[in-house]
DNA sequence: AAACTATACGGAGACTTCCTCCGGTTCTAC
DNA sequence: GTAGAACCGGAGGAAGTCTCCGTATAGTTT
C-alpha cells in the first residue's frame, strides 16, 4: 500500500469513528470523506460500500470485548461473568447508534469478521456457565448476541428512557414466567 | 370529505398495504401512488409521511389481534394466554418487513395509535396472569411488546432460519438463568 | 342546467444521498 | 530524472423524498 493511501485509509477510519458517534451510522459517507479530507471517490475505493467501513471501524473496538471476555472467564460466577459481558457488548454497540441493527442483518456476510469475533468471546463465556449448570442448555451464543442487539436496537429507539437496556436484559435474564 | 378525496384515499391504503406485504415498509412511495392510480401529491396530501401511512395501514389490522386477545381473556391457562397473542402479535409485525422497527421508533408519535391499542389488549392479558401468579410482578406490558418486536426484527433480519422467532421468544419467557 | 367555488388532483422539480467512472495527479522504483 | 503504476477527487447518473401551484372537478346555489 502506498504511502498516501495507507495515511487517508486511517484518516478515514478515524473520522468514520467519530462520525458514527456523533450522527449515528447512516451519517452521509460524503460527510464524513469530507472531514477526512479526501473525495468522496477515495473513500469508496478504500470501502467498497457503508458496511464495510463500518466493520473496518469496529474490528478495532472490538480488543476491548474480547480483553474484557479473557478476564470475565476467571472470574468466580460463571452465569454472572455471562451477563456483565453481554452488558458490556451492548453499552459498546449503543455507542454507534445503528451499529446493532447492522451486526442484526446477518443474511450478508458485510460484517461477518466482527460477529465471528463476538461469538468466539461470548461462546467461551456461555459454554463455562453452562458447564456450571447456571444457564440452561440448548442456549446458543448467537441466539444470546441477537437477543442483545435487538436489546440495545430498543433502548437506542427510546432514548428518552435510559434504563430501557437494563430492564429488558434482566427480563431477558431472568425470564418472564415466575421461576 | 369528497367522494374523489375519499376513493383515492381508499385505493392508497389498500396499495399501500399491499406493497408493504411483498416490498416491506421502506418501499417507494410513488410505486405506491402509481399503483394506486394517483399522482405522489395525492398520496402526501392524505398522508403527510411515510409513518402516518403506516399508521393508517395498521391500525386497520389490529381489529384481529385485538379480538384475539378478548378471547384469550377467558382462556384456562393465563400465563399461556399471554404468550399466545404475543406470538400473535409478532406473527402480524413479520408479514410486513419494516413495521417492528417503525414500532419501536416511539420517540415520536407517528404510530402511537397502533401501540396504544397494542398495550390496552396485553394489558388485560398481563394483568391476569400477574394476579394468576404465573408471570413476575413488576414486568409492564410495554417492555413486552418492545421485546417483542425486537425478537420480530432479529428474525426478519435472519430470514434463512425459520425458527429464530420462536427459539428467541422462549428464551425471553423462560429467561437464561436455570431455573 | 349552468355557473360558481371550495376542494382535490398531479406531476414538475428542488433537494438529498448513494455510488460509479475516468481524466488528471502523485508516489515510488529504477 | 523519469516512466508508469497506483491513487485521487469530483462530476454526474440514479433513486427517493417532499413541496408547490396551475389545472380539474365535485358539490352547491340560483
Known sequence: MRADAQRNYDRL???AKQAFIVHGTDVALEDIARHAGVGIGTLYRHFP?????????????LDALNDRARTLIAADDPADALFVWLRSVGAHSAMYRGLSSAILAQSDGR???CKAQLRESGGALLA???KAGAVRDG??????LKLT????????????????FDRLMSLAVNGILVG
Do not use: G, H
Open 13 to 15: 477510519l478515524e473520522e
Open 49 to 61: 460500500d457503508r458496511y464495510s467501513l463500518m466493520n473496518a471501524v469496529f474490528i478495532r473496538e
Open 128 to 130: 463455562r456457565a453452562q
Open 111 to 113: 460484517m461477518l469478521q
Open 149 to 164: 442487539s435487538a436489546i440495545v436496537l430498543c433502548a437506542e429507539k427510546n432514548p428518552e428512557d435510559r434504563k430501557t
Open 139 to 144: 442456549i446458543e451464543i448467537a441466539d444470546l
